[in-house]
């Protein structure tokens, strides 16, 4: 059974730092790519960011260049989210879901991390 | 930058079929852009049900199937059951960069 379970959301305040961490399990983890989207209150579904199989290519939306970074370990069976200069409007919800094998998409959800930025 | 549109909201009645629509501000959306559509429901992470416009996880019930209808990608459900009230998102792929619909909150009533 493929379970991807996130953990690390917490309360940050404005311009600090938290780190998602994502462990998937059920499934031959270096062979896909992983994504995080996110889910402000109330709002749809934005997509963040995703890396491959390797961790050789990464990409980001816009608003987060510069300030999050994925990476993953392939030997932990997990992909991180490091969260920098967190604002206001980072508040939300952060899903990982892995990506659809050989065509672009997101099977599998994990159950998401709420990461609150306030002062 | 790519907008993408969905109906913001749809009532069907039980039994009944509804087709959910998902455009883009560039133009046409077409099967290279790989539309996906996925469900939410209150308090649930999303849940995919149709990958590169028509294809079909293992897990979608047959009565979700995806398309194209001219220049957008669509959602039809056959035979809606109560269970299908949810928020349904379509995601699509401009240059590789993933970019989802602002939801359709479907009611069945």
């Known amino acids: 059974e493929v379970q991807l379970v996130e953990s690390g959301g917490a309360l940050a305040q404005p311009g600090g730092s938290l780190r998602l961490s994502c462990a998937a399990s059920?499934?031959?983890?270096?062979?896909?790519?992983m994504n995080w989207v996110r889910q402000a209150p109330g709002k749809g579904l934005e997509w963040v960011a995703n890396?491959?199989?390797?961790?050789?290519?990464?990409y980001y939306v816009e608003s987060v260049k510069g300030r999050f970074t994925i990476a993953r370990d392939n030997a932990k069976n997990s992909v991180d989210l490091q969260m920098n200069s967190l604002r206001g409007e980072d508040t939300a919800v952060y899903y990982c879901?892995?990506?659809?094998?050989?065509?672009?998409?997101?099977?599998?959800w994990g159950q998401g991390n709420l990461v609150t930025v306030s002062s | 930058q790519t907008v993408v549109t969905q109906e913001p909201s749809l009532t069907v009645s039980p039994g009944g079929t509804v087709t959910l629509t998902c455009t883009s501000s560039t133009g046409e959306v077409t099967s290279g852009y790989f539309p996906n559509w996925f469900q939410q429901k209150p308090g649930q992470a999303p849940r995919a049900l149709i990958y590169a416009t028509s294809k079909k996880h293992s897990w979608t019930p047959a009565r979700f199937s995806g398309s194209l209808l001219g220049d957008k990608a669509a959602l039809t459900l056959s035979g809606v059951q109560p269970e299908d009230e949810a928020e349904y998102y379509c995601?699509?792929?401009?240059?590789?960069?993933?970019?989802f619909g602002g939801g359709t909150k479907l009611t069945v009533l």
């Open positions: 890396i491959n199989e390797d961790g050789s290519e990464k």
């Open positions: 059920g499934f031959t983890f270096s062979s896909y790519w």
């Open positions: 995601l699509v792929f401009y240059g590789g960069v993933p970019i």
């Open positions: 879901a892995r990506g659809t094998t050989g065509v672009p998409g997101a099977d599998y």
